[in-house]
C-alpha cells in the first residue's frame, strides 16, 4: 500500500476519529485527479487519506484497508476496465463514488464500467477526470451530519 498523504493527521489522531474521506486510486498515474480531490477537500477542511491499490493486482490488500479504515465516504479513482469503485462498493456499505479515468477510449471504457454495477453494488459517478466533483458530492454527503460543512458548501 502506497500512502500519499492524510490531512489533519495530528487532529484525526489527537481526536481519535479516522478521515472523512479515503481517496483509493488504482494507480499512481492516477496523480493529478488524485491532486484535484484533495485540493478540494483541502479548501472545505475535509480530512482525507490517499492510498494506491489495485483492484487486480493486490485484491487481499485492498480488503484489508477498506475494512480498516474509518472513512465514512470512499472516492475510488480507476481507468480502463475500472473495477476499483465496484470492487470497494461490493465489500462495504459506505458510498463509494467513482472517478473514471481517460487511460484509453477517452475514458469512455471506465464510465460505462463504472456505472453499470449490478443490482446490490450501487456506486455513484462522476464525469471523466472530474475529481473535483468527487470531492464536492463526498462533501454533499458528509454535510448531511455536519451543519458547518453544510454551511460552507450553501456559500
Given at each position: 500500500m502506497w500512502v500519499l498523504e492524510m490531512v489533519s493527521k495530528e487532529e484525526v489522531k489527537k481526536e481519535g476519529l479516522g478521515p472523512d474521506v479515503a481517496?483509493?486510486?488504482?494507480?499512481?498515474?492516477?496523480?493529478?485527479?488524485?491532486?484535484?480531490?484533495?485540493?478540494?477537500?483541502?479548501?472545505?477542511?475535509?480530512?482525507?487519506?490517499?492510498?494506491?491499490?489495485?483492484?487486480?493486482?493486490?485484491?487481499?490488500?485492498?480488503?484489508?484497508?477498506?475494512?480498516?479504515?474509518?472513512?465514512?465516504?470512499?472516492?475510488?479513482?480507476?481507468?480502463?476496465?475500472?473495477?476499483?469503485?465496484?470492487?470497494?462498493?461490493?465489500?462495504?456499505?459506505?458510498?463509494?463514488?467513482?472517478?473514471?479515468?481517460?487511460?484509453?477510449?477517452?475514458g469512455l471504457d471506465a464510465l460505462l464500467s463504472t456505472v453499470q454495477m449490478p443490482k446490490g453494488v450501487p456506486v455513484g459517478c462522476v464525469g471523466i477526470d472530474n475529481g473535483v466533483n468527487a470531492a464536492l458530492l463526498a462533501a454533499k454527503i458528509l454535510a448531511l451530519n455536519d451543519e458547518k460543512l453544510r454551511q460552507k458548501l450553501e456559500k
Open positions: 481517496v483509493v486510486s488504482g494507480s499512481k498515474s492516477d496523480e493529478k485527479i488524485v491532486g484535484d480531490v484533495v485540493k478540494q477537500l483541502e479548501v472545505l477542511g475535509i480530512s482525507y487519506e490517499v492510498v494506491v491499490l489495485s483492484a487486480h493486482r493486490e485484491p487481499e490488500k485492498l480488503e484489508e484497508f477498506i475494512s480498516k479504515t474509518s472513512a465514512k465516504v470512499f472516492i475510488a479513482i480507476a481507468g480502463l476496465s475500472a473495477a476499483l469503485p465496484g470492487f470497494i462498493a461490493s465489500r462495504t456499505v459506505r458510498p463509494v463514488i467513482g472517478v473514471p479515468v481517460s487511460a484509453k477510449l477517452g
